[in-house]
């Protein structure tokens, strides 16, 4: 299965500004998905992020607010603009790894804690 | 759309008390059904994924089964240390971009 490296683990922001989520995968990977969790809530689909193409927001979610870079097949950003509080979750990065789902399923990372003060 | 139901959302059990969660879905077609843990502050890790009714998958005291309807995630003899949210996932054959809906959770506390 793959390892994902997240970072970083936990920020505090000012509102009004914007955060930048890293996520490296130890592997070659054709989608990579960001998802957000805000506090008691399960996981939410921001969008996927597909290698050399923009982007695919789900419902809810805009490139405005939710930038994401893509470039290459290892790497990814999520940046959460113009912070509010609202904005305060864990955002996660999963990635899919060619071959039997069954033996691993979807990876995910350690998570980003972010608080918007 | 994809809907997944979890229950209960939390559950209080003494250490070697075995009991059952449930994840109820509703897909148009099932691609699979995943199982995870998370721990507070952590990312989920995986358990298990099913693809068709009838299947178990087993991984230590934990044993995951599948209907049509239903997934169970069965616990024997629970320790302490399996005390986590508990999150149910569902991948639909409609679903070319391969995302996953997730339940609720079920967040577990085992006494000793």
């Known amino acids: 299965s793959a390892v994902i490296s997240q970072k970083p683990s936990r920020d505090i922001c000012q509102r009004g500004t914007s955060l930048t989520i890293q996520c490296q995968v130890d592997s070659q990977v054709t989608m990579m998905f960001w998802y957000r969790q805000q506090p008691g809530q399960s996981l939410t689909l921001i969008a996927t992020a597909n290698q050399g193409s923009e982007a695919t927001y789900e419902s809810g979610f805009v490139i405005d607010k939710f930038p994401i870079s893509r470039p290459n097949l290892t790497f990814s950003t999520l940046t959460v603009s113009n912070l509010s509080p609202e904005d305060s979750s864990i955002y996660l990065c999963?990635?899919?790894?060619?071959?039997?789902?069954?033996?691993?399923?979807?990876?995910f990372g350690s998570g980003t804690r972010l608080t918007v003060v | 759309e994809d809907q997944v139901t979890q229950s209960p959302e939390a559950l209080r059990l003494q250490e070697g008390e075995s009991s059952s969660l449930n994840c109820s879905y509703t897909?148009?077609?099932?691609?699979?059904l995943f199982w995870y843990r998370q721990d507070p502050g952590k990312g989920p890790e995986f358990l298990f994924t099913l693809y068709s009714a009838g299947e178990e998958k087993e991984k230590e005291r934990l044993k995951a089964t599948l209907t049509k309807k239903e997934s169970f995630l069965h616990i024997t003899a629970p320790k302490p240390e399996d005390s986590a949210t508990y999150l149910c996932a569902v991948q639909s054959l409609d679903n070319a971009g391969n995302m996953l809906t997730f339940g609720g959770g079920t967040r577990l506390m085992v006494k000793p």
């Open positions: 999963s990635v899919v790894v060619a071959g039997p789902v069954e033996n691993y399923g979807y990876t």
């Open positions: 897909v148009s077609g099932l691609r699979g």
